[in-house]
């Protein structure tokens, strides 16, 4: 059916690709792709007025972040999955460092005009470990990331962020899924909007809903809070959508 116009379908399965070196090279392709023009992730597009509603969605993220994770001038923030950086434009400043981790450099360069040279450092991810040392950063976010993992990478960064914050530091990332168990995502939605806007394919896992239900059961990371209510609306389409605003909020427990 996808086939009538574009012959991609525009939710390309991550998981079906073997090995990990394959699949970050899958995921960089595609998300280099995805840099320019597309307005899920970037702040060009064609209508009128976008730019604007792209801006003040990651305003209004990064002003709701600062309260719910009470950053102030000592935090140490891992972004991961930063993108171009629509939110670290707004919440690098505050912070005593800021990193913005993607797979795709294509991103990483558009952020760096974005958010200004010395106000934040950039890495490039390359695997599934995540290059610093043990109790680097107080705070992790993770905004519209882990439904695009496989599987594999998921688990491996869940472990990685529990070993990268502090005692007592915070994970919040965004679902794009229920967390039920029983509930794995039903991508038809994001699908029929890429359709609608004729999209490049994005990359998404295909188990995100199980596994962040398990990853909360195994309690490396505390679940301290849930909510639907992420205020992440989408710029062409100034409305909350339920897909975007499922957010997990966990705390490293200070036993571990
Ligand atoms: C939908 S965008 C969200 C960007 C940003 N967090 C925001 O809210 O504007 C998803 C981002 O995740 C990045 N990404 C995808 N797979 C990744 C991986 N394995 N490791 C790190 N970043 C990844 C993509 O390159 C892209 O920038």
Redesign the pocket.
């Known amino acids: 059916m996808w086939n009538w116009l574009n012959p991609e379908d525009p939710i390309f399965a991550i998981d079906q690709v073997e090995g990990e070196e394959a699949q970050?090279e899958r995921?960089?392709e595609l998300?280099d792709r995805?840099?320019d023009h597309n307005p899920?992730?970037s702040s060009d597009f064609f209508c009128g007025g976008f730019k604007e509603a792209f801006e003040r969605n990651?305003e209004r993220?990064a002003r709701y972040l600062e309260a719910k994770l009470d950053l102030d001038a000592a935090a140490r923030v891992l972004?991961?999955?930063?993108?171009?950086?629509?939110?670290a434009r707004y919440l690098a400043e505050g912070s005593e460092r800021y990193v913005l981790?993607?797979?795709?450099g294509q991103?990483l360069e558009r952020a760096r005009t974005r958010v200004g040279a010395g106000r934040a450092e950039l890495a490039r991810?390359v695997d599934n470990r995540l290059p610093w040392t043990d109790a680097s950063f107080t705070h992790c976010?993770?905004?519209?990331?882990v439904q695009?993992?496989p599987e594999r990478?998921l688990r491996a960064?869940f472990l990685e962020v529990s070993r990268l914050l502090v005692p007592g530091g915070r994970l919040l990332l965004t679902s794009g899924a229920s967390s039920g168990a029983d509930t794995p995502p039903d991508p038809q939605a994001s699908r029929q909007l890429l359709r609608l806007l004729n999209l490049k394919p994005?990359?998404f896992g295909a188990r995100t809903g199980p596994v962040l239900a398990e990853l909360i059961a195994d309690r490396q990371l505390r679940l301290r809070e849930q909510g639907d209510n992420f205020p992440?609306l989408l710029p062409m389409l100034p409305i909350q959508v339920p897909f975007a605003g499922s957010y997990l909020l966990f705390e490293k427990r200070s036993d571990v």
Request: charged residues 15%; proline residues 3%; aromatic residues 8%.
């Open positions: 970050f995921m960089r998300w995805n840099s899920l992730v990651g993220i972004d991961l999955g930063a993108g171009i950086g629509r939110i981790a993607d797979v795709s991103m991810l976010i993770a905004i519209d990331v695009h993992l990478t960064y994005l990359p992440n």
